[in-house]
């Protein structure tokens, strides 16, 4: 298995760390992982304090049953001296080759509406056609330096921000999905530096952890991303798909995704900007 990380080393002591850092992470107690992973409440207390190092498939299934992301499992797994399970190969290593192609193929079939495959940060790795179509509809992509990140597309007051309608409350719902959709539910390091980088752009709510209803308007069952095009609003909400029962670390980072028009109206007004857009080149 091709695994990046073999030749890394933990220091010593940081298994019980680790393991205690994700039990707090998901709120459980020694006892409440004891009952859930059939592992001793004694062996678990002394892991964490470093008195002893557990066998290779019981700190796999501590860590599955603390839903641990795979890159983090491989830290475990070192953490305790041994050789990291799970590949983290890059997303286009040929061991991924059944998946990219499965995501090419979903792109390609959502023509004329954007299609998007993005890493764990947000980082476009792969579109369709209509995607860049539709942000060229607004301001000019090929301006922007690589490598390209969606968030800081909708954020830039270069880049998509001057065209976004209800910014109060789309900044807000971009910023809380960064935490509900980060890989196990957890902030890495990459991805608080993000969120900084984009809490350091201009009119972005410093309360955006807190909840608040969305303006007064159509009852909707999501939160609509709406472009303003010549005046008019065109509203289209995302699908997010990631790939099932992941085995590598790319697979599990992996989010493909799609664009919808909220309303027949978009769609029409969809259909006619990228033709217009499409004349003009």
Known sequence: MNVTSRDRKAPPGELG????????????????????????????????????????????????????????????????????MYSEAPWNAQEMHSVIRALKR?????????????????????????????????????????????????????????????????????????????????????TARLLDELLAYPDVPRDWKSWRAPAAGPAMPMIPLGFVKEGVVLRYFSMVTSVGAPQNVAAQELRLECMFPVDDATEARHHAMLAAHSQER
């Open 17 to 84: 760390s680790l393991l205690r850092y994700w039990r707090d992470m998901r709120g459980v107690s020694q006892l409440d992982l004891s009952l859930d992973a059939g592992v001793s409440q004694r062996q678990i207390s002394f892991i964490e304090s470093g008195r002893s190092v557990p066998g290779r498939e019981t700190l796999l299934t501590l860590a599955q049953t603390l839903d641990v992301p795979l890159r983090e499992r491989n830290a475990l797994l070192l953490a305790a001296g041994y050789a990291p």
């Open 106 to 190: 979903v792109v390609r079939q959502h023509e004329p509406f954007p299609a998007i495959v993005m890493d764990r940060h947000w980082n476009v790795l792969m579109t369709n056609d209509a995607a860049p179509r539709f942000f060229n509809c607004f301001i000019d992509m090929a301006s922007r330096e690589g490598p390209r990140n969606m968030l800081h597309l909708m954020f830039d007051p270069q880049g998509m921000r001057p065209f976004l309608a209800d910014w109060d409350t789309v900044s807000r719902s971009l910023l809380q999905r960064v935490y509900r959709e980060s890989v196990g539910r957890v902030i890495d390091d990459d």
